[in-house]
């Protein structure tokens, strides 16, 4: 069995846990290796046969095609969820267009001329176009593979084109009024639709934290709190929280407690094991069906634009914003890992005149002290 390659930090040499192996491309541009039994005689061994084909002719050399599939292989360091999306950003957008091309001919015009007809093109989410912000995400995996090209001496320099920069407004970021919220919540079906997106309200959980949430994760007592651990999604199914900060337990009000409870009784006081919300025949909720089947028509009775299942949790930070003022209650109630990204997201709901009038409270107890 070929033992799996783990990148170094030096272009071009890998670790097998025995040896070491020096990727090379000699000048016709086919990929060579050769074994070294120690780091620097890897590094030597590197040295002494590295070619570069691009910066000879940009005509010899793998195509964009031909390095993506290697460099899929070898892909470490990233959860499986986004070499999934790495793999299929690549082989829907930009193979298509790219992968026949020479990767040392490929230049900044190119991926500046794929990058304005991605921003161009209209699809059925986006009829007017994607999205800045949406370009540069289907780009991403362009722009790792060819910092490792550039690594591996298969381009002299990463060629990467400046593109507009999407600029975040926090006031186009949807969240819903507590008037809007309660006609939704009326709208709804049946009391599990209603527990389900109150409880998304009221904890600001991810929906792909709601669906991995298992009784056991519930303390519903004294002091009632959930418990967020895992996370699940259609591209990697349940596993651990995208990041250490992710993970906690959030405070919930004894109402949604005993609402809980209640929908437990209502389902068969299932086992601690079991999911706490699923789909209507028991199974793993399908949020995407969910959403077309329940949840766009109750906004429609609401009297409210279809949302997304995020704008509950938007609703939830802004309503924490605008009541307590302080962004890092914002901050731990959405387990955000940086902060500066809670305010940019939510400052314009801090109250301004929370500042007028501590400086008022101020100079008047100064004022006051002055004249006694």
């Known amino acids: 069995m070929t033992e799996r390659l783990k990148r170094t930090r030096h272009p071009g040499i890998?670790?097998?846990?025995?040896?070491?192996?020096?990727?090379?491309?000699?000048?016709?541009?086919?990929?060579?290796?050769?074994?070294?039994?120690?780091?620097?005689?890897?590094?030597?061994?590197?040295?002494?046969?590295?070619?570069?084909?691009?910066?000879?002719?940009?005509?010899?050399?793998?195509?964009?095609?031909?390095?993506?599939?290697?460099?899929?292989?070898?892909?470490?360091g990233v959860r499986p969820a986004t070499a999934v999306e790495y793999r299929r950003d690549l082989e829907t957008y930009i193979l298509p267009r790219l992968g026949g091309i020479r990767i040392g001919a490929l230049d900044a015009r190119r991926i500046r001329k794929l990058a304005y007809e991605l921003r161009e093109e209209a699809t059925k989410r986006a009829p007017s176009g994607r999205s800045w912000s949406t370009v540069r995400r289907i780009?991403?995996?362009?722009?790792?593979?060819?910092?490792?090209?550039?690594?591996?001496?298969?381009?002299?320099?990463?060629?990467?084109?400046?593109?507009?920069?999407?600029?975040?407004?926090?006031?186009?970021?949807?969240?819903?009024?507590?008037?809007?919220?309660a006609c939704l919540l009326a709208a709804l079906p049946t009391p599990q639709d209603r527990l389900l997106v109150r409880f998304l309200a009221e904890t600001g959980l991810r929906i792909s934290e709601l669906k991995a949430i298992r009784w056991r994760d519930l303390e519903l007592d004294s002091d009632p709190v959930v418990c967020v651990r895992r996370r699940h999604r259609l591209l990697d199914g349940e596993q651990e929280t995208k990041s250490?900060?992710?993970?906690?337990?959030?405070?919930?009000?004894?109402?949604?407690?005993?609402?809980?409870?209640?929908?437990?009784?209502?389902?068969?006081?299932?086992?601690?094991?079991?999911?706490?919300?699923?789909?209507?025949?028991?199974?793993?909720?399908?949020?995407?069906?969910?959403?077309?089947?329940?949840?766009?028509?109750?906004?429609?009775?609401?009297?409210?634009?279809?949302?997304?299942?995020?704008?509950?949790?938007?609703?939830?930070?802004?309503?924490?914003a605008a009541a307590t003022r302080d962004v890092r209650a914002v901050q731990r109630r959405l387990r955000h890992a940086s902060a500066a990204f809670t305010l940019e997201t939510y400052i314009h709901l801090l109250d301004d005149r929370a500042g007028v009038d501590a400086v008022a409270r101020a100079l008047g107890a100064g004022s006051d002290q002055s004249s006694a």
């Not at 722009?143 to 381009?155: I, K, R, T």
């Not at 593109?163 to 970021?173: A, E, F, I």
């Not at 409870?261 to 209507?280: C, Y």
């Open 14 to 76: 890998y670790e097998t846990g025995r040896s070491y192996v020096v990727r090379y491309r000699d000048q016709s541009g086919r990929q060579r290796q050769r074994t070294a039994q120690t780091l620097d005689e890897a590094k030597r061994l590197r040295a002494k046969v590295t070619l570069n084909p691009a910066a000879v002719s940009p005509r010899s050399g793998p195509t964009v095609a031909e390095y993506a599939e290697e460099w899929l292989c070898m892909l470490a």
């Open 244 to 320: 250490e900060r992710s993970s906690g337990t959030v405070p919930i009000t004894p109402q949604l407690a005993r609402e809980l409870k209640a929908h437990r009784l209502r389902n068969g006081q299932p086992g601690a094991g079991e999911l706490v919300f699923t789909g209507p025949t028991g199974r793993r909720l399908d949020e995407a069906n969910y959403r077309r089947r329940v949840l766009d028509s109750a906004c429609i009775r609401a009297g409210i634009a279809p949302i997304g299942f995020h704008v509950l949790r938007h609703t939830h930070g802004s309503i924490v």
């Open 139 to 181: 780009l991403a995996p362009l722009s790792v593979m060819l910092s490792a090209a550039s690594e591996d001496g298969v381009v002299p320099a990463k060629p990467w084109p400046r593109l507009p920069t999407p600029r975040r407004d926090p006031l186009k970021r949807r969240h819903l009024t507590v008037e809007e919220l």
